[in-house]
Structures are given as structure tokens and as C-alpha cells.
């Protein structure tokens, strides 16, 4: 299971810090995702991160604002988001893809967390 936490309203150019939390032993080797969805629109890829750290990936929209990283001694995946636009609002979700780096794909990722909403007010 994935369990994203931290979100709310925030006003633009405010920041937040996104929580995704996952049970079971093999987290540690999945590579981890986060997508938004906004109503009408489909999932988008905003950051991603391998299973050792090692590599990130970043939506063009987001780069120089978003960080991703982990801690896979507390199954923990962390999405900071700074200088928010409104642009950003949606809901969140971390996946876990167990297999090869096709980061920016949703059908990369096999588990999905429920999602965590995001809005950025102007």
C-alpha cells in the first residue's frame, strides 16, 4: 500500500512538502513516481526517482521547484514543492513501479496510492 499525506491550500508562490509512505518489504526496490491529475485532464507526470536514489527525472513545468527524494529505511518517498503556481493544483499520487526507468509513462507503475489534493490559490 502507498499512503501520500501533506497536502492542502497554499497561496502561490507558497510551498509544501508531499509524503508518500509504503508498506512491505520491497519498497526499497521500486522506483517511485508522482503524478497530478486536475478534473477533466489526465494523470501527469511531474517527478520520479530510482529504487537506490541514484536518478531523478523532473516534468519540464516543475524543474528548479520540485525535488524529489527518498529514504527507503522508512519507506518513505518526499516530493518538496517550492514557489507553488496555480497551475499546480490537482490531486497527487505516488506510484511504485517494481520494473525497468520509463519514469514519465502512468503505465509504467504497478501500485497507486489514493492521492493527496493540492490547490495553489492566486
Known amino acids: 500500500d502507498l499512503v501520500e499525506s501533506g497536502g492542502g491550500l497554499v497561496q502561490a508562490g507558497g510551498s509544501l512538502r508531499l509524503s508518500c509512505a509504503g508498506s512491505?518489504?520491497?519498497?526499497?526496490?521500486?522506483?517511485m513516481g508522482w503524478f497530478r491529475q486536475s478534473p477533466g485532464k489526465e494523470r501527469e507526470f511531474v517527478a520520479a526517482?530510482?529504487?537506490?536514489?541514484?536518478?531523478?527525472d523532473y516534468a519540464d513545468s516543475v524543474k528548479g521547484r520540485f525535488t524529489i527524494s527518498r529514504e527507503n529505511a522508512k519507506n518513505t518517498v518526499t516530493l518538496r514543492m517550492s514557489s507553488l503556481k496555480p497551475e499546480d493544483t490537482g490531486v497527487y499520487f505516488c506510484g511504485a513501479d517494481p520494473g525497468g526507468w520509463s519514469p514519465e509513462s502512468a503505465k509504467t507503475y504497478m501500485y497507486w496510492g489514493q492521492g493527496t489534493q493540492v490547490t495553489v490559490s492566486s
Open positions: 526517482i530510482t529504487w537506490s536514489g541514484g536518478r531523478t
Open positions: 512491505g518489504g520491497a519498497f526499497h526496490s521500486y522506483n
